[in-house]
């Protein structure tokens, strides 16, 4: 699953019924970020740890 | 989100080397806690236009941001990085902040979807200011549901906000599939024609079309108040940097430090003036919205520049470019109105975004008609540069 091409509220309900968890979908997202970032220099600063502890958060 | 929303922990930037030694914010900005406290992952923060100053996030300390349509060109700002991070399909929506055009210019470049809402709508505490009397904070999102949806997320009454409108909650997303039906749609002719080139003015064709808008309205003295939004602009972002001006001209923006010093020393009548204009030209507007619920206008005059671009050329006029990429959203923010932007493909394959504009309070009509636009496959598809 490309996570960008579903809706939010789709890949909610993916995450409710444990088809991925919130933490696939932060780190799926931060491995994008550092693959694609230095091409395009959206991001100044990469919240990570904050990232990964809030899909910690939702999965527990 | 936008590096000029407080997040807990880190330096808020505003795109400026002049607060790299700032303090960590000690909490996070009212919309992001809104965010958190629903379930959203903050990823980072976004590249822009130095003070928000500016429509193409060319920033002379972090560098441009490239959009991801084409990587040679701007991805417009000054919420450029918000933009792109979307458009690229690395994130379903960011957060914005738009003065003059600062979520609507990006989006329209970008090829996405951006609400700007009414002015006093949203919370901004906890965002780094830049125009006291025109900043809106807003979402960007990659399909209209998503963009109702974060929109819904962020309102709520904040008492620590002096600007924020006295208003109920006013859930979009559940009316988003009665798509137009009943919304009365009209075409900005006059200023908003004038300003554009050709692949903008058949997006306009092509969204009229599709909401049934048969009737051209002019909307008076529209320059005049992007040149009042300009001087507002100007002056009030040159006396909130005034201080840091006297103390460290070296460390500003080369692009802005001139004309934030011009705004400071700029005569105060001028920005009296401004003012009442504003009064004056609100009353002339608002009066349209007891015949139309959404008013087409384009986003942008054309679609992106490249990046170091300096001039720009419509109906034969040069213009500068990176103030010109505003000059069609200027004046809607200058009124207060609420504004959902809509991508469409171009001939060259480029995007160029739409304004819907509604009356005051009304971002249900705006997303209503957005969504009846991306449903019947007008708005341009989305890219994602995410592997499977």
Redesign the interface.
Known sequence: M????V???S??RAIQQGEIS?VE??K???Q??EQ??P??????????P??LK??SA?DA | MK?LFD?A??ST?A?ASLFRDRPAAQADAFAVEKL?HA?????????MDAYAYGFTTENSH?????N?RD?SRV?GGSS???A??VA??????SLGTDTNGSIRVPASLCGIFGLKPTFGRLSRSGSHPFVASLDHIGPLA??V??LA??YDLLQGADHADAFQADRPLAETLPGLSQGSEGLRCGVLGGFFARWCDEDARAAVAAVAAALEAQEEVLMPEAELARSAAFIMTAAEGGNHYLPALRQMPEQFEPNSRERLLAGAMMPGAWYVQAQRFRRHFQQQVLPLFDRFDVLIAPATPCSAITIGQQTLTIQGESLPAKASMGMLTQPISFLGLPVCTVPLATRSGLPIGLQLIARPFNEEAVLRAAWALEQQGITMP?M?????
């Open positions: 490309r996570l960008g091409d809706s939010i509220q890949l909610q919130a979908v932060a799926s997202t931060l994008a970020v694609h970032n091409a395009l220099n959206a991001w100044t600063e990469v919240t990570g904050r990232m809030e899909a939702i | 590096n997040v922990g880190h930037l795109g958190r379930g959203a992952l903050l990823s980072g923060m976004l590249n972090y560098g441009a941001t490239h991801p990587l991805a450029g990085g918000s792109a991070a690229a399909g690395l994130v379903h929506f990659r399909r549901e998503d949806l974060v989305q994602n540069m995410a592997g499977a």
